[in-house]
């Protein structure tokens, strides 16, 4: 079976090629979310490795994080000594990449899309450290904080949707004047 | 006689493509066209979407992997 | 072989939340492609990269659930899910705040809308299981204590997202789509968290630990819960719509 075949196949391009409703997404991605609490006993979250993961490069470097409050919890300690492949949500996280990148290679659309230029390069810096400082001390992303937070019925999950929209207000203008053309 | 204009925004992060379609689209008489040039998945989906809400005709070829071409006439 | 230059002319699916129908176009895509053609690129048919990542996944997956345990292949599995789902409806989290403010647009609020309103449905329903039969409510995790530490996070957040170009999922995805941009930002969020753990003990100190977790069956019951959850979504789902017909109205 020739893949020329499989990839015009009206089932394929459906399935894979056609872009699907952002009504779609939503559903699919609570059917998931769903599944997750069920099989999990929690709900997806993105962020919650990150700091780990700061932790790992930085004990690979001579560095100590032993007196951080942080990691002095329980949990603390535990994700310290997992490994990636041990740690469950880093292998989730893994997983989001994959399987965007398996989607976009199912669909043809890979491309390696180079940063422009500097102004990017000063927003993906800024902004992935507001990103990630914000989502430390507010327990939490758009996803483990608003959605997940949300749907577990916590008021915290709301306080964090009504303030990151604000942020994303600021955020707006000073995207406007700042970086772009 | 209908113009073709062409705004190439390869590269570019969100919703810096948007902005530039809404921008230049103005300065377009009806019945001219505006090719963006996109790569951006978001744009794809979002430039189109605004400008059928604007009552424009849109068409979307694909012109590489992960490229395409959104091809606007202003209607309005 | 020859490689068909596949022509998407794509129809703008049918949404709920979109307004117009498409009309088909009077021009000819076959009188434009023609003439532009000279300047294409040759098209790769990706899908056997595609296939060699699938049998990757099936791979690793099959690998996680015999060497780690079955629960790390079922995170690696719906970490997948999550990915692909992102990545073929280009589900964004910041457009959905960002756009309303840039350029009018509430379709992809009223998708996360939408998606609160399953979720919490679902998640209600396994919460009240777990509450009715005596077990621990899974999901606690996610009711965390509410103080100025939350509202600060989620502002910083806010504002990050969009200069980024992307949230923390829409990060992920972008990364597996290719973006460069992408890769830095996720860098440089690591970063930004491994900081803000090393200030957490005076966060916690000043702010969190005086927060408190509330937790809406607490306050209104189960069923008021999820009522009045749903009534406050369906709110904004009306006024997410109001804006966007207001907005469009402001600029034709």
Not at chain 1, 111 to 134: D, E, H, S
Not at chain 3, 84 to 98: D, E, P, V
Not at chain 3, 148 to 161: D, H, Q, R
């Amino acid at each position: 079976m020739k893949l020329s075949s499989i990839s015009s196949n009206k089932h394929f391009q459906a399935w894979f090629k056609s872009p699907w409703t952002y009504v779609t997404g939503a559903i699919l991605l609570s059917i998931f979310q769903i599944v997750t609490i069920g099989s999990t006993g929690g709900s997806w979250g993105v962020t919650g490795p990150f700091a780990t993961w700061g932790a790992w490069v930085y004990q690979a470097f001579g560095g100590s994080v032993d007196h951080w409050y942080f990691f002095s919890t329980e949990s603390g300690q535990a994700s310290l000594q997992r490994t990636f492949f041990t740690d469950p949500a880093s292998v989730r996280n893994l997983g989001v990449i994959i399987g965007a990148l398996l989607a976009t290679l199912l669909a043809s659309q890979f491309k390696f899309k180079k940063i422009k230029n500097l102004r990017q390069v000063g927003a993906a810096i800024i902004g992935g450290l507001l990103m990630g400082y914000g989502a430390r001390i507010a327990f939490g992303c758009n996803i483990g904080a608003l959605y997940s937070g949300i749907s577990a019925l916590s008021v915290s999950g709301w306080v964090f949707a009504l303030f990151m929209f604000a942020g994303a207000f600021v955020g707006s203008k000073l995207l406007v004047k700042y970086f772009m053309a | 006689m209908m113009a073709e204009y062409e705004l190439d925004c390869l590269g570019e992060a969100c919703p810096v493509p948007l902005v530039k379609t809404e921008n230049k689209l103005k300065e377009l008489a009806v019945g001219d066209t505006l090719i963006v040039i996109v790569d951006h998945s978001c744009a794809l989906k979002n430039v189109p979407e605004w400008a059928r809400k604007q009552n424009h005709e849109v068409e979307v070829e694909e012109i590489g992997d992960g490229e395409y071409e959104i091809f606007i006439d202003k209607s309005a | 072989m020859s490689e068909e230059a596949v022509k998407v002319v794509t129809e703008e699916p049918s949404d709920a939340s979109s307004r117009t129908e498409a009309k088909p176009s009077s021009r000819r895509s076959s009188r434009r492609s023609s003439r532009r053609s000279a300047e294409r690129k040759p098209k790769k048919d990706q899908t056997i990269y595609g296939l060699g990542i699938l049998a990757i996944v099936i791979a690793v997956g099959i690998y996680l659930a015999a060497a780690v345990s079955a629960v790390m292949g079922i995170f690696w599995v719906t970490g997948i899910a999550f990915g692909f789902i992102l990545r073929r409806t280009n589900f964004c989290f910041t457009a959905s705040m960002r756009d309303p403010i840039m350029t009018g647009s509430t379709s992809l609020t009223r998708a996360v809308l939408i998606a609160l309103a399953i979720t919490s449905i679902g998640f209600a329903a396994v919460q009240y299981g777990a509450f009715a039969t005596g077990q621990a409510i899974p999901g606690m995790a996610s009711v965390v204590p509410v103080s100025f530490a939350t509202a600060a996070g989620a502002f910083l957040f806010g504002i990050g997202m969009v200069l980024a170009g992307g949230c923390a999922s829409g990060t992920l995805m972008r990364i597996g789509e290719g973006y460069g941009m992408q890769l830095l930002s996720i860098v440089f969020f690591v970063l930004g968290s491994f900081w803000a753990a090393r200030d957490m003990g005076w966060w916690t100190l000043n702010f969190i630990s005086n927060g408190p977790r509330i937790h809406l069956p607490d306050v209104f019951g189960w069923g008021g819960a999820i009522f009045v959850q749903l009534l406050i979504i369906g709110l904004l789902y009306i006024a997410a719509d109001k804006w966007e017909n207001r907005k469009q109205e402001q600029e034709s």
